[in-house]
């Protein structure tokens, strides 16, 4: 069974670009989350999904990060445009939750920015 | 705020030496706890998780914890660590409908 993908695995860009990354969950998974997380910490929600909606997005920075997940299954996430200090790994993960409840969270490989 | 604490950032130990990894919450009621687990190069795992039930939950790896509702903690042990159990460590945390929080997480390094 394929894990979560995510990619580009590394982007490195100059400040002011724009940049995405794009999740692909596991197949069968109704939540999907957007995690950041920089180094030397440990991961830290961004967003989170239900299907299509949007019910945890109050840490997502929205002047210039954006994210959507149309048909409810793969996710892009975009900032633009990137500061120095986006530079951190994203990370997507997925599980298959009951409305209210929170079960096993499956995380991809992560996407590392560098913004120089 | 509800918030997940761990306590070592670095732990170095021999093999065969015994492992407690801390991890602390701050959620009150109903809460379920993981820990994660990030080898060098890879993705994010799950360890072991505790919903309810007994306490003391096994994981995978030779890996345990035990849930002490009356010290809000939640430690990861093992009891004779591998150079392959060299990693970061995660201990997670919410309640029902919040969100997952993440410890700063334990870098874990052993010596062959």
């Known amino acids: 069974e394929a894990g979560v993908v995510q990619s580009p695995r590394y982007k490195i860009i100059e400040k002011k670009q724009p940049v995405a990354f794009w999740c692909n969950p596991i197949?069968?998974?109704?939540?999907l989350y957007w995690y950041l997380q920089n180094l030397g910490q440990g991961p830290e929600l961004l967003i989170r999904?239900?299907?299509?909606?949007?019910?945890?997005d109050s840490q997502l920075p929205k002047d210039r990060f954006s994210a959507e997940r149309l048909k409810g299954v793969d996710s892009t996430l975009k900032i633009q445009p990137a500061e120095l200090g986006d530079s951190a790994v994203y990370l997507c993960?997925?599980?298959?939750?009951?409305?209210?409840?929170?079960?096993?969270?499956?995380f991809g490989e992560g996407s590392r920015l560098t913004v120089l | 705020a509800q918030s997940v604490s761990q306590h070592n950032h670095h732990v170095i130990l021999s093999e065969a030496a015994s492992l407690e990894l801390g991890c602390n919450y701050s959620?009150?009621?109903?809460?379920?706890l993981f820990w994660y687990v990030q080898y060098p190069g890879q993705h994010l795992q799950l360890l072991l998780k505790?919903?309810?039930?007994?306490?003391l939950v096994k994981g995978i790896k030779g890996f345990e914890a035990e849930f002490i509702k009356s010290k809000f903690s939640f430690n990861l042990r093992k009891p004779s660590v591998q150079w392959s159990d060299t990693a970061e460590y995660f201990c997670?945390?919410?309640?029902?409908?919040?969100?997952?929080?993440f410890g700063g997480g334990t870098r874990l390094m052993v010596k062959p």
């Open positions: 993960a997925s599980s298959f939750v009951i409305t209210g409840g929170v079960g096993e969270l499956f």
């Open positions: 197949s069968g998974h109704n939540t």
């Open positions: 999904y239900e299907n299509e909606e949007a019910v945890d």
């Open positions: 959620y009150g009621g109903t809460v379920n």
């Open positions: 505790y919903f309810s039930g007994d306490p």
């Open positions: 997670a945390g919410n309640n029902a409908g919040n969100m997952l929080t």
